[in-house]
């Protein structure tokens, strides 16, 4: 290995990181199912999230908590 190397891997994340950036990919990313959002969260995740919420109220008024 020789002293360029670390300078040419640091250019290629730049390159790639810049790339991977740009309004093109992410107009063909959003082309793609696996990148496409859903327009509505899981019924299992909404669950998840009430019962958290249902938690954080429950200490937020327990005095012992705090």
Same mark, same amino acid.
């Given at each position: ?5 670390g300078?040419?891997?640091?250019e ?12 093109? =990919?992410?107009?063909?990313? %959003?082309?793609?199912? @696996? ?6 969260? +899981? /019924?299992?995740? =909404?669950?998840?999230?009430? %019962?958290?919420?249902g @938690? ?6 327990? +005095? /012992?908590?705090?």
């Amino acid at each position: 290995m020789n002293g360029n190397s670390g300078h040419r891997r640091a250019e290629l994340a730049n390159d790639i990181r810049r790339q991977a950036g740009s309004e093109a =990919t992410k107009r063909f990313l %959003r082309t793609l199912p @696996a990148f496409r959002l859903e327009r509505e969260m +899981p /019924r299992q995740l =909404t669950d998840l999230l009430d %019962r958290l919420d249902g @938690a954080e109220a429950e200490n937020a008024d327990d +005095p /012992r908590r705090q």
